[in-house]
């Protein structure tokens, strides 16, 4: 598998008109899922001993 061949291809892909769009859509789809505010992950604090 030649990686530079897939990079440049993305590359290539997301320098056009459509796959800017593509991008853009994929940064909002992903904003919504992972939202900055998003409180942190913990562990709960009454863990079992057994």
Do not use: C, R, W
């Not at 459509?18 to 909002?28: A, R, Y």
């Amino acid at each position: 598998m030649d990686l530079n061949a897939i990079a440049n291809s993305l590359t290539e892909f997301f320098s056009t008109t459509f796959g800017q769009i593509v991008g853009q859509v994929l940064k909002v789809m992903y904003s919504i899922s992972y939202p900055a505010n998003a409180p942190a992950a913990h562990l709960p604090t009454d863990l079992p001993t057994e």
